[in-house]
């Protein structure tokens, strides 16, 4: 699954607990990332600097679905039941 451009909900719902540019302590669950753009677009997308983390992350089916609500609700919750 590709990613949907300007959902950005992997970079609003979950915690990110490693340095970020501009976010050096990371971010807290809920958090919109520093990096996300105004078109929720990430502005270190394919740049070296882009945490590891994030280019860890998939887009796939079960936590993206559709539509971003859904996404942000689904990464929510894993959010919460990982904690």
Request: proline share 5%; hydrophobic share 30%; aromatic share 6%.
């Amino acid at each position: 699954m590709d990613c949907r451009l300007g959902c950005g909900a992997c970079c609003i719902a979950p915690s990110i607990s490693s340095s970020i540019p501009g976010m050096e302590n990371g971010k807290k669950a809920g958090e919109r990332c520093i990096q996300l753009n105004d078109d929720n677009l990430c502005k270190l997308f394919e740049k070296p600097e882009r945490p590891q983390v994030c280019l860890d992350f998939k887009a796939c089916e079960w936590v993206c679905s559709d539509n971003n609500e859904t996404a942000f609700i689904t990464l929510t919750e894993l959010e919460f039941s990982t904690q």
